[in-house]
């Protein structure tokens, strides 16, 4: 079994359960995160003041398949969370783990 992990854009999130769902993927994990790539943040005015933003929200999205499933889960991942056609620098990245075992509580 493998956990992949995909870091995405909070306004993606519909978009990529919903293809996963439709796949046969149901089970996922969601959870918040911060933090930045090669966008480094962004500035912003606020009152006047301009000031840097370092850490952009994104959201962590986790499933759990076995190692067949895997290219197919990454494909859906990538097609259905880039912004546009090709996609954006800070459409988010994915990882692979290795799940040596799944204990039902």
């Known amino acids: 079994m493998i956990l992949v992990q995909a870091i995405i854009q909070p306004i993606r999130l ?5 293809a996963l769902q439709d796949a046969g993927y149901p089970e996922t994990m ?6 930045y790539g ?7 005015t606020f009152r006047g003041n301009e ?6 929200r994104k ?3 986790e499933v759990v398949v076995d190692d067949d499933d895997v290219d197919e889960v990454i494909r859906i ?6 912004t546009g056609t090709r996609g954006e620098i800070g459409d988010g990245k994915i990882f692979t783990l290795p799940v040596t075992e799944a204990i039902t509580i």
């Open 38 to 44: 090669r966008q480094r943040g962004q500035t912003a």
């Open 30 to 35: 969601v959870s918040d995160a911060l933090g």
């Open 14 to 18: 519909s978009t990529v359960r919903t």
């Open 77 to 82: 991942i990538q097609s259905s969370s880039k």
């Open 59 to 61: 959201v962590i999205l």
């Open 51 to 56: 000031y840097r933003i370092d850490l952009l």
